[in-house]
């Protein structure tokens, strides 16, 4: 196998699923390598200045940036014109990873901040939710008939945090939510991005993902 670019990565984590989301679009192919956040590899480690994933070696850098690993595989390869949003998808974006993610956080790990209301934490996090759900009226996606970058950096937190309760997230007023993650959730390219790999050790033969 030829040396291409590694992507350290973890199924579940939401970063990474937008990492692979993106270079599976872009047909980019890379090496994957699945790691366990409980026990980090150190070849791993060596590589990620954060020891967090996705983390991408390229031939001269590292990106543990994910929304800059989608950045950067988009711009080799664009098929879909992921890319091509408007500057609205950037400021969506930027709330997700900021807010959003925070009260996201609160929420599915209230017992690791028992100094706030959780509640409040979930109300926070509605908001931004009911605010993409106007967005998405008549409208598979939220620029219209096609999906954009921040489509894909957004889904798989909608996706975390419809999972801490999905029978309350299915109840909520947000009909175009529910229809928008549920068509995310049933794609070819979320089974794709979503398959088990085995744990890397040293050694193993490199696993090829190209979408």
């Not at 872009?26 to 026990?39: G, M, P, Y």
């Not at 954009?148 to 299915?170: E, G, M, N, S, Y």
């Not at 549920?182 to 993902?209: C, H």
Request: aromatic residues 12%; glycine residues 4%; contains cysteine.
């Amino acid at each position: 196998m030829a040396d291409y670019p590694i992507l350290w990565t973890f199924r579940r984590c939401p970063y990474a699923i937008r990492a692979r989301l993106a270079l599976a679009s872009s047909q980019v192919t890379v090496e994957l390598r699945e790691i366990l956040l409980r026990d980090k590899p150190e070849a791993f480690l060596k590589t990620s200045p954060s020891g967090t994933v996705p983390a991408l070696r390229l031939p001269d850098k590292v990106i543990d940036e994910s929304l800059e690993i989608m950045i950067w595989a988009l711009q080799q390869n664009d098929p879909q014109r992921l890319l091509d949003m408007p500057q609205e998808g950037w400021d969506l974006i930027t709330a997700n990873d900021g807010p959003f993610k925070s009260a996201l956080d609160h929420t599915k790990y209230a017992t690791r901040h028992p100094d706030l209301d959780v509640n409040e934490e979930r109300r926070k996090a509605s908001s931004y939710l009911f605010d993409l759900n106007e967005r998405l009226t008549g409208r598979a996606w939220l620029f219209g008939d096609r999906p954009t970058l921040a489509d894909l950096a957004l889904l798989p937190f909608v996706r975390q945090f419809a999972h801490i309760d999905r029978t309350w997230f299915d109840a909520q007023k947000w009909p175009n939510l529910v229809a928008w993650l549920d068509q995310f959730l049933g794609s070819e390219e979320f089974f794709l991005v979503m398959n088990k790999y085995t744990i890397w050790s040293e050694g193993d033969a490199p696993i090829r993902f190209n979408g």
